[in-house]
T-cell receptor, first 109, second 111 residues
Framework: QKEVEQNSGPLSVPEGAIASLNCTYS??????FFWYRQYSGKSPELIMS????GDKEDGRFTAQLNKASQYVSLLIRDSQPSDSATYLC?????????FGKGTTLSVSS | KAGVTQTPRYLIKTRGQQVTLSCSPI?????VSWYQQTPGQGLQFLFE???????NKGNFPGRFSGRQFSNSRSEMNVSTLELGDSALYLC??????????FGPGTRLTVL
């Protein structure tokens, strides 16, 4: 059974720092990975998708994929208090997404 | 382009009742997926529909069912509600094989 593991946190960083969120997955043949941000009481919002090894950058966000080690990470540069949320990692399994339990990030001003 | 919409946003039911939730995908998206989110289990896949056909189903009992209409709108139904069905039910739409975008969800409380 496919599994996605995340450290539940909370991960606390000061404003302006780099926040590093990590995720490991069990299925070696997985090809597609996603990071979602979920504010308390809201639905998940897609931040990044990544399909190939290496880094993908979008503004302050960088997703990193290492298929050999089966991990995906999300770096948030210049963290802001508005980044405080739960970050969900997901892998595509056919037409479904398998989610980790999420990492709670707290950015203090 | 309008996002995914879900109705109703909040629902309170009692054990044994049934409930129907509705989802309208982003225009042009033909794939609609449903997820259940609870504090203990996190986000779990229920089922996915494409062109009115269920293509994938998660590990949920038969009390959970769904359908998709020709305009890609989807409904899910839960019969004989149990206390453990209290959750946030999320609908997501997408183009085939690509990202999925979530609606605001329906918060179901079973008393």
């Amino acid at each position: 059974q496919k599994e996605v593991e995340q450290n539940s946190g909370p991960l606390s960083v000061p404003e302006g720092a780099i926040a590093s969120l990590n995720c490991t997955y069990s299925d070696r043949v997985s090809q597609s990975f996603f990071w979602y941000r979920q504010y308390s009481g809201k639905s998940p919002e897609l931040i990044m998708s990544i399909y190939s090894n290496g880094d993908k950058e979008d503004g302050r966000f960088t997703a990193q994929l290492n298929k050999a080690s089966q991990y995906v990470s999300l770096l948030i540069r210049d963290s802001q208090p508005s980044d405080s949320a739960t970050y969900l990692c997901a892998e595509r399994a056919g037409t479904a997404l398998i989610f980790g339990k999420g990492t709670t990030l707290s950015v203090s001003s | 382009k309008a996002g995914v919409t879900q109705t109703p946003r909040y629902l309170i039911k009692t054990r044994g009742q049934q409930v129907t939730l509705s989802c309208s995908p982003i225009s042009g998206h033909r794939s609609v997926s449903w997820y259940q989110q609870t504090p203990g289990q996190g986000l779990q896949f229920l089922f996915e529909y494409f062109s009115e056909t269920q293509r994938n189903k998660g590990n949920f009992p038969g009390r959970f069912s769904g359908r998709q209409f020709s305009n890609s709108r989807s409904e899910m139904n839960v019969s004989t509600l149990e206390l453990g069905d209290s959750a946030l039910y999320l609908c997501a739409s997408g183009l085939v094989g690509n990202e999925q975008f979530f609606g605001p969800g329906t918060r179901l409380t079973v008393l």
